[in-house]
């Protein structure tokens, strides 16, 4: 149930937020009002007449535009042709450069939006692309205007400016709703904000009438967080000790800007956090799979900085990514092949440049017992198995050995309860035994009841960590939405 | 024969086997510019070349054998866009199942109909006042079918409708990035099959402009490997319909010359240069920016389907 | 194909029993038969390696002229004699076919650049190269002015069966590459890491195996058994180099075929390849015994590929209903 009987009302010429974390049912809702998704229940009305939005275009009749977080731009293509694409009215086949220049122009300069409507898209800054989505709405006349995590990729500078031209569109008489889970930017530009947890609207309030730890509260819930049974942590040495990390993401911009912590033998450290803040880069760069620019990563003593993947595995960390079928298994491959990915080098897997298959074959059947892996055979493609079943491979594959680190990737993802709840037991079980495991997660409530202690990402920094045990809620709720614990220093600051 | 005859002579030559070569290129430039690699063009070419020979020779009318070939080039295409877009086949070997195809069929049909001569062919056609510019008008406008003077005009309305019109900018946005362009509302595969059936279009045309005009007759394989020439020749015109007009051209002129050029370059390796040039072209065009400014549509090759991220 | 058999005049039945009483009911038949399938053999075990690694390589004729070419280097300018000649040619050949799959095979994990234009290109590269040299330096003084090479000296010619083309040793060395490449493929670690790597790139990083080297071994024994083929043909068969065309006959793309169809597995890809040696064969035979064109087996050859396409899709299909 992604939107479970929301009710969602906004004035005419507001800014109204949408504020939640993953899984809230933000982005849901918005698709829904984008004609993305059909609702199965309920009804939008819009200007007091009920409509049916059915697909993007329809959206766009009734003057519904959104600017996606993940840009629809076409790079090689300039932004006037990039404004234009798609549209089926207006002067037929040919396209006058000239008056939709001047057009686009026109809207810029009433807004503020400064463009060269001739530039090609890909030799734009991001905050310029984005005003070219905003660009791109408005030539279509859109008078609602949804926005999806816009400042995700902007510098603080661009954010500023968006601000200004939201105001200015505002001023105009547009409406704004504007997705983020970042609280201080409900509480700078936003007229009313709309809580989302858990798929519920939890609350609409004045912006003015409340402030952070209480919007916090809101996002994050009081409720008695489920404790699972575990042992007492039994803390040992210092394992892994991550300094001043710096690491661009896909997109060319920083995800990670001085992130520092460490990680003991013996305890689970869990990564909470809006996704989108980093965490993906973190454990990329832990595991050998993206570059760091800056920082020190060191393992039991040695620095393992930049080294590559595979001295990484060999060093006796395991890495349970969250795409399993895109990166943790080769789908099409058996559980006996998926089952010896990393360690086919070694004996007794290979000798010399042959492998032993019978060697693999034992190794498989052992695995499928042990983790209870449900298939016909150990010769059984990977790609037709349940979630569960696959993420069984991969902690299998991943586990033997004792590994001594062990970074978790919303291990828990997509699967039902009773492979959800095998899963968490076993890393119980690894960090038992000694190893050390970092574990991120969307689900704060798994967090939170499995961690020994809690560490918070917010924009590639760390906001602060706390011990589980006397962790609230309320207080992982606001580091989660860009504020620092007390006595956390800025990484940036520390440069200065 | 003074140098001005050799230059008039080249010029012509250049003209009469670079029109094929030119059509070819067009409506390859549209296909991949939607992002779908047609690898069939050599079988769509021949039985072009096929079906133009076998209907003007019947009815006597050389154009309606053109209309024909077009046709048949277009059904073939028609194939290959069903495989490859809506069936989101590989686009590799539809294309080269296509060729085999086409050559077989073609010389199958053919067989009776080889070495036949054809009477009916096109007019030649001298432009008036142009040809007589010194040098360049006997060179380009004199005694040239009038096909030749389309596939010369065609070059500048397909370079405005590709980079001035709506429909160029929703092709080639489907050519980049498909998934943009299908959220703002683009029915990708709508553009794809009509850019493939271009491009058969136009292959049918250039081959039936072999068998009709450029040398009229029918023989088994005639098109002797022009559909891969374009292919190279595509990349050789970054995608541009102005820039295939001179590439198809100058390999022409080069075809021509590479015989009179003996004693300085071998003819074979002359020939082979315009494969090296499109090896070295795409290495060129590899790199970050340069990829964007002139490279290959970022999504050619790549079957495409909503929701795969 | 019964409709265009049956077009002719011709029972189809009667047609595919021509088919197959010429290609297989003689002794002459069947030595064509074999002559075919020998560089459908090699090319094709060699495309089911580099299909494995997710490369396609179309360009295995121009792999197969470079073999061809080196082989008739050393047959004819380098100045060896006696028994080692054949040896050196089938090394030289190897060597040759295998550096020129290696530049596609860079070009496309370096720089990304498409693999099937590359390889495609260089096919005609390699033809022009190989027409260069018959028409210029290594023309044969003895041919009169054709674009030949001089034949063969009796130490470079690959023995025959009888008076047949069928150069048995290259048909040998097919049959163990064959069983060679199966080997590798299912039983080392180098063919682990081409099989993951194709499959899945990502999780072959993240397996730690190098895309690079893994994909430019797979090119290198494609190419290399491409160019053993080449060999063949111009030491086996022709005992010259000539016009290209001659030389590779298109083996290069039949050979895709013939990988596809054994499902990119070596060891079918020797029954693969005598099947299309049995249709090659057959041609000649509908030709000259039924007055059938010989094009026709293009036609055929075009509709297995459609129907190995329509196949593959199928089986996609098959595979999310299961799911669904």
């Given at each position: 149930m992604a939107s479970d009987g929301v009710n969602l009302s906004v004035r005419k010429g507001e800014i109204h937020c949408l504020l939640g974390e993953n899984g809230a049912g933000k982005t849901t809702l918005m698709r829904i009002l984008y004609g993305l998704y059909q609702p199965d229940e309920g009804e939008i009305v819009l200007n007091g007449n009920p409509v049916h939005i059915s697909s993007p275009r329809a959206a766009l009749s009734y003057h519904i535009g959104m600017v996606h977080q993940h840009f629809r731009l076409v790079p090689t293509l300039s932004v006037a042709e990039n404004v234009v694409l798609g549209l089926d009215e207006g002067t037929g086949p040919f396209l006058n450069y000239r008056q939709t220049g001047k057009k686009i122009s026109q809207i810029a300069d009433k807004y503020g939006l400064v463009v060269d409507p001739q530039a090609k898209v890909w030799q734009l800054t991001v905050g310029q692309q984005q005003r070219v989505e905003i660009l791109k709405a408005l030539y279509r006349e859109a008078d609602i205007l949804i926005m999806d995590e816009p400042t995700s990729v902007l510098t603080p500078q661009e954010v500023d400016q968006l601000f200004s031209t939201l105001r200015t569109l505002v001023d105009d008489g547009l409406t704004i709703i504007f997705i983020t889970h970042k609280l201080d930017e409900v509480m700078e530009i936003s007229d009313r904000v709309t809580i989302l947890r858990k798929g519920k609207a939890i609350a609409t309030v004045n912006t003015a009438d409340t402030n952070k730890p209480q919007l916090a509260e809101l996002m994050v819930g009081r409720e008695v967080v489920f404790r699972l049974e575990k042992n007492e942590v039994n803390r040992g040495e210092g394992l892994l000790v991550v300094d001043d990390l710096h690491a661009l993401n896909d997109r060319g911009l920083p995800a990670l800007r001085g992130t520092s912590f460490d990680l003991h033998e013996g305890e689970i450290l869990g990564v909470a956090g809006v996704s989108g803040n980093g965490q993906r880069e973190l454990a990329e760069v832990l595991t050998g799979l993206r570059h760091a620019s800056r920082g020190h990563v060191t393992l039991a003593g040695e620095d393992v900085t930049n080294r590559s993947a595979r001295e990484i595995a060999d060093a006796s960390v395991a890495y349970v990514p969250m795409e399993r079928k895109k990166m943790g298994t080769v789908p099409n491959m058996t559980i006996r092949e998926n089952l010896i990915l990393k360690s086919y080098r070694q004996r007794p897997f290979s000798h010399g440049m042959f492998l032993d298959n019978n060697a693999a074959g034992e190794n498989a059947r052992r695995a499928m017992s042990e983790y209870q892996i449900m298939a016909p055979s150990i010769d059984t493609a990977v790609k037709v198995l349940s979630g569960g079943n696959i993420q069984r491979v991969v902690l299998a594959r991943e586990l033997s050995g004792d590994p001594r680190l062990i970074i978790a990737a919303h291990p828990t993802y997509g699967l039902d309860v009773g492979a959800t709840e095998q899963v968490r037991q076993i890393l119980l079980a690894q960090r038992d035994r000694g190893a050390g495991v970092l574990l991120i997660s969307e689900d704060l409530e798994e967090v939170m009841s499995m961690s020994d202690r809690i560490m918070v990402l917010f924009g590639g920094e760390v906001m602060g960590i706390v011990d589980a045990g006397g962790a609230k809620i309320e207080e992982i709720g606001l580091m989660m939405a860009g504020e620092r614990k007390e006595g956390v220093e800025s990484a940036s600051a520390k440069v200065a | 024969m003074g140098w001005e005859s050799w230059v008039i002579s080249t010029f012509a030559r250049a003209l009469a086997y670079g029109t094929p070569l030119l059509l070819g290129t067009l409506g390859e430039i549209f296909a991949e510019r939607s992002g779908v690699l047609n690898l069939g063009i050599e079988g769509m070419m021949i039985m072009g070349a096929y079906s133009a020979f076998v209907v003007t020779y019947t009815t006597g009318h050389p154009w309606l054998g053109i209309l024909v070939a077009a046709v048949v080039g277009g059904a073939f295409s028609l194939i290959h866009a069903f495989a490859t877009v809506t069936l989101k086949a590989n686009q590799v070997v539809s294309g080269l199942a296509l060729t085999m195809l086409g050559l077989g069929l073609s010389g199958v049909l053919g067989r009776s109909w080889v070495?036949?001569?054809?009477?009916?062919?096109?007019?030649?056609?001298?432009?008036?006042?142009?040809?007589?510019?010194?040098?360049?008008?006997?060179?380009?406008?004199?005694?040239?079918?009038?096909?030749?003077?389309?596939?010369?005009?065609?070059?500048?309305?397909?370079?405005?409708?590709?980079?001035?019109?709506?429909?160029?900018?929703?092709?080639?946005?489907?050519?980049?990035?498909?998934?943009?362009?299908?959220?703002l509302g683009v029915n990708v595969d709508r553009v794809r099959y009509l850019c493939v059936v271009v491009g058969g279009v136009f292959a049918g045309i250039a081959g039936a402009y072999l068998s009709v005009a450029y040398r009229p007759a029918w023989t088994e394989g005639m098109t002797g490997g022009m559909g891969w020439i374009v292919i190279a020749l595509t990349i050789f015109a970054f995608w541009n319909p102005v820039y295939g007009l001179l590439g198809s051209y100058l390999f022409a002129a080069l075809y021509h010359l590479s015989y009179r050029l003996q004693t300085w370059v071998s003819p074979e390796l002359l020939k082979a240069m315009p494969y090296v040039f499109a090896i070295i072209i795409l290495i060129f065009v590899s790199r970050g920016t340069l990829q964007k400014r002139m490279g290959s549509p970022a999504a050619l090759g790549v079957p495409y389907t909503r929701g795969e991220e | 194909m019964a409709i265009f058999f049956a077009a002719y005049g011709v029972s189809p039945a009667r047609a595919y029993g021509a088919i197959l009483h010429g290609a297989l009911g003689n002794w002459r038949g069947f030595s064509e038969t074999l002559r075919r399938m020998i560089p459908l053999l090699l090319c094709g075990v060699g495309l089911t390696v580099a299909f494995r690694a997710q490369f396609w390589n179309i360009g295995a004729d121009g792999q197969l002229l470079f073999g061809a070419m080196a082989a008739t280097w050393v047959a004819l300018f380098s100045g060896l004699q006696g028994p080692l000649v054949i040896p050196v040619m089938f090394l030289a050949g190897f060597v040759a076919g295998a550096l020129w799959g290696l530049i596609p095979a860079v070009l496309k994990v370096k720089m990304g650049i498409n693999d099937v234009i590359t390889t495609l290109m260089m096919n005609y590269i390699a033809m022009y190269v190989a027409l260069f040299l018959i028409h210029g330096p290594w023309k044969g003084p003895s041919v009169r002015g054709y674009p030949l090479t001089d034949i063969f000296p009796p130490a470079a010619r690959i023995p025959t069966i009888g008076d047949t083309h069928v150069h048995w040793p290259t048909l040998v060395l097919g049959l163990v590459l064959a069983i060679v490449a199966y080997i590798m493929l299912n039983r080392t670690r180098s063919g682990f890491e081409i099989k993951v790597v194709g499959e899945n790139p990502h999780a072959a990083r993240f397996a730690g195996m190098s895309e690079l080297k893994t994909v430019v071994i797979a090119m290198l024994i494609s190419g290399g058994l491409a160019g053993l083929a080449g060999v063949g043909e111009v030491a086996g068969v022709q005992l010259r180099l000539l016009d290209p065309n001659q030389i590779s006959m298109g083996y290069g793309y039949t050979a895709i075929i013939v990988a596809w169809l054994a499902r990119k597995n070596p060891l079918g890809v020797i029954i693969t390849a005598f099947f299309f040696g049995v249709l090659m064969a057959g041609g000649d035979v509908i030709k000259v015994n039924l007055g059938l064109p010989f094009q026709l087996i293009n036609v055929f050859n075009g509709v297995i590929m459609f129907f190995l396409i329509g196949s593959e899709i199928f089986m996609r299909y098959r595979i999310a209903l299961r799911r669904a």
């Open positions: - | 070495g036949l001569p054809l009477f009916t062919t096109l007019r030649n056609v001298t432009v008036p006042g142009l040809s007589a510019i010194p040098i360049i008008g006997p060179g380009l406008f004199t005694r040239q079918n009038l096909l030749v003077y389309i596939t010369m005009l065609l070059v500048p309305i397909l370079w405005y409708i590709l980079f001035h019109t709506r429909i160029g900018i929703t092709i080639r946005a489907v050519g980049e990035d498909p998934a943009a362009a299908d959220s | -």
